[in-house]
């Protein structure tokens, strides 16, 4: 019944500039389309409603007022996040409802709503992957981690355990050589998973020595505002995602964190090596140590049996024959031999014996040496080779190189570590999407595991020019609006690497690893 309200077709939202105004940049409306008619109040009539949205389509009654349309497309940015199945209809008193109503209220009333819609990226059109299974609460949808220890309601609504969260935060407290920035303090309410209470999650910025992230510190301080002009509300936090991942794993700037991978099952630590012959955008941190890994690795990986399969003449080896080595061994056995033999024949002699059996062998011997051959392993001489020696094992064998390195599908932070995703513009066959942004890399610090599921506290840069606009660099701006993600670690739909590389905005190839804060 919810498709046959949304025949095909549509028409671009009412109120669009109205919404665009308030939903800000971040969130492409203009996809989203709207139906009227016969076919859409009837199917309004059948399940009691006045609009709802099923995927990127919104089925209104009648002609709808500017709260009911920002209600509605309210959800569909909640659905494209992947909180709750694109369609279902929430009770009114579950937590996405309210959401969405707050967010129709601010636009009513000429306010930004951004801080209340779901951040990060969305789920690539039409994927039907979710994170975690969705489930009915009580309360409301939400993401349970695997555990059962957690609930991520929305961007901002996380429940825990008070043992998870008091596990979280000793560890946090752990990293780097004084600690994370990031405290996970608990707020009002509750919610209950299985009979357990799970406590509302509250992120607390805390002020540490050195003045780091003294912006920042400021803005949480009594009184202060974030670059909006913000005083209340949640915590204030970095828009550069590099640098509220940095806040999470106690990364004071500089050279102060290393990628983590696995040589052979020992874990390493790595700065990165820099790649001159690429472009500017793609030289940054997270490309550098993505590069250390393929160079350090590739060459043991290649070399070793178990991995023959993988492995392609003229890419990862070359093939030598012996011939040289065979006459050089036969000439010295055959001169031996022969100057053993012309002692003993009457007018040869030692010396002539040895020359005639030195030629002999050395025949023999290159003729031996020509029919056997060795393979002879390259070893990357630039990172653009050892990117096309990794493209070149095959789907099987990079997998088997991610999953020994850990790196891609297979990366695992601990807490207070972070995910870090490289965009891969150099590698052969490389390719942005048309239509979509292409960033040079994503970061994510881990606040919390549930099982073996990373929660994540996150945020993502405005554009240069709306910061320009506030007066700083996007570097420097600051906001509210920061988001909790939950993904999985061993179903690779859940992956962090996946739901980033699905959603387009790190083009074709990329490199998803974890980073440390040195300590």
């Known amino acids: 019944m919810a498709t046959s309200g949304v025949p095909g077709g549509g028409e671009r939202l009412p109120h669009l500039a109205r919404l665009e105004e308030a939903f800000g940049n971040r969130h492409d409306l203009s996809s989203i389309r709207a139906h009227q008619g016969n076919a859409p109040a009837d199917a309004c009539d059948t399940l009691g409603a006045e609009a709802y949205a099923t995927g990127s389509s919104i089925a209104f009654r009648s002609a709808p007022s500017l709260w009911l349309t920002a209600h509605e497309a309210a959800h569909v940015m909640q659905h494209r996040h992947g909180l709750g199945p694109a369609d279902a209809f929430d009770a009114a008193d579950a937590p996405l409802e309210q959401q969405a109503s707050a967010i129709a209220d601010r636009v009513v009333a000429g306010r930004s709503a951004k801080d209340l819609l779901p951040r990060g990226e969305p789920r690539a059109a039409g994927s039907d ?87 920042a510190e400021k803005a949480n301080a009594p009184g202060g505002t974030d670059t909006e002009g913000t005083a209340n509300g949640p915590m204030a936090l970095w828009t550069d995602c590099g640098r509220s991942s940095a806040a999470v794993t106690g990364s004071t700037g500089g050279d102060d964190r ?116 060795t393979k002879v392993f390259r070893k990357p001489a630039t990172i653009a ?49 048309p239509g979509e942004s292409t960033w040079n890399y994503h970061w994510a610090g881990v606040i919390m595991k549930d099982g073996s599921d990373n929660i994540t506290l996150e945020n993502f840069a405005v554009t240069a020019a709306y910061a320009a606009s506030k007066g700083v660099s996007s570097w420097n701006f600051i906001d509210r609006a920061w988001n909790f993600s939950m993904y999985g670690t061993t179903d690779k739909s859940q992956t962090f690497h996946q739901e980033h590389l699905a959603s387009k905005t790190h083009g074709s190839h990329a490199t998803s690893i974890a980073v440390r804060t040195d300590i």
């Open 129 to 215: 992957v979710q994170r975690y299974t969705v489930e009915a609460l009580p309360a409301g949808n939400a993401q349970v981690g695997e555990g059962r220890q957690s609930a991520l309601f929305g961007a901002q609504s996380l429940y825990a355990a008070p043992g998870l969260i008091s596990g979280a935060n000793a560890n946090l407290q752990k990293v780097g050589k004084q600690g994370s920035y990031i405290e996970l303090g608990t707020g009002g309410g509750s919610v209950s998973v299985d009979g357990n209470a799970l406590s509302k999650v509250e992120p607390r910025f805390l002020t540490k020595p050195g003045g780091a992230h003294a912006g």
């Open 258 to 373: 290393s990628v983590v991978y696995r040589d052979n099952g020992v874990v390493k630590l790595g700065k990165g090596i820099d790649d001159a012959t690429v472009s500017d955008w793609i030289k940054g941190g997270p490309n550098a140590m993505a590069n250390q890994v393929y160079m350090d690795l590739l060459p043991g990986f290649i070399a070793r049996a178990d991995n023959a399969a993988f492995v392609v003449e003229g890419v990862h080896y070359d093939i030598k024959s012996n011939t040289a080595a065979g006459a050089l061994g036969g000439a010295a056995v055959g001169a031996g031999l022969g100057a053993l033999v012309g002692s003993f024949i009457g007018g040869v002699g030692a010396g002539p014996g040895a020359v005639i059996g030195g030629i002999i062998g050395a025949i023999g011997g290159a003729i031996a040496g020509s029919q056997t051959q």
């Open 385 to 433: 080779e050892a990117k096309t020696m990794y493209l070149a094992l095959g789907n099987a064998g990079m997998d088997k190189f991610d999953k020994e390195a850990g790196i891609n599908f297979y990366a695992n932070p601990e807490i207070g570590e972070s995910y870090s995703m490289a965009t891969e513009g150099d590698m052969p066959g490389f390719k942005s999407y």
